[in-house]
Nanobody
Framework: QVRLVESGGGQVQAGDSLKLSCAAI????MGWFRQASGKDREFVAS????????SYAASVKGRFTISRDNVENKVYLQMNSLQPEDTAVYYC?????????????????WGQGTQVTVSS
């Protein structure tokens, strides 16, 4: 079983960019979620297998880009124009099938998370 391990988090200034990466599971949707301190986990982005369908949360659409490399078995989250409200722990997740979903209940495996902190 492939472990989902996120990398690429860090502390940046508002307006900066970061790129998160995680192992991707072939034939399954992959998603990114985030959880800010004191808040519920929320959907960020989802990409189907093999990658034709993508979904974003309204709060990140136009700033974040999810992608997957099906040769290297990686999923990425390119985050541009980061804002303080993007500060959260970001989680990579494996979907239960190949269809995009914004519901955490449709994901069956989760990484440990990587911290993203954006200061103003």
């Amino acid at each position: 079983q492939v472990r989902l391990v996120e990398s690429g988090g860090g502390q940046v200034q508002a307006g900066d960019s970061l790129k998160l990466s995680c192992a991707a599971i072939s034939h399954f949707t992959m998603g990114w979620f985030r959880q800010a301190s004191g808040k519920d986990r929320e959907f960020v982005a989802s990409i189907s297998w093999p990658g034709r369908k993508i979904s974003y949360a309204a709060s990140v659409k136009g700033r974040f880009t999810i992608s997957r490399d099906n040769v290297e078995n990686k999923v990425y989250l390119q985050m541009n124009s980061l804002q303080p409200e993007d500060t959260a722990v970001y989680y990579c997740a494996q979907g239960r099938n190949s269809i995009v979903s914004d519901s955490s209940s449709d994901y069956i495996a989760w990484g440990q998370g990587t911290q993203v902190t954006v200061s103003s």
